[in-house]
């Protein structure tokens, strides 16, 4: 719900700013986002590799460094990991296949 209360802020100035249409508009997408992340899912970490986890994204990061990646990238290549990890037994020489590959999709 954080992003509802940065957005609200926004909200206000674009309120005193634009037109009642654009006002409108920031109404109906606040209530969208707020909708979304109500209905979230919730991930449970309960993979065994869950004590690897810091490892593994350090190692992420170091790889999304020298391939250049953005910071968004990487977050997105963190979350994919963490979905993957939680439905998923993954043997030890995989991990790190897993890690790149989640940074390709992301």
Request: glycine share 2%.
């Amino acid at each position: 719900i954080h992003f509802y209360k940065r957005f609200c802020r926004y909200k206000q100035i674009m309120i005193k700013e634009q037109s009642s249409l654009v006002s409108d508009y920031v109404e109906d997408i606040l209530t969208w986002m707020k909708d979304k992340e109500i209905n979230m899912v919730q991930l449970e970490l309960l993979s065994p590799q869950l004590d690897r986890r810091r490892q593994l994204v350090d190692w992420t990061c170091t790889m999304a460094v020298k391939l250049k990646l953005t910071t968004q990238t990487v977050h997105l290549g963190v979350k994919l990991l963490d979905h993957f990890m939680a439905g998923h037994d993954i043997e030890d020489p995989q991990l790190y296949l897993v890690c790149l590959g989640c940074l390709q999709l992301a």
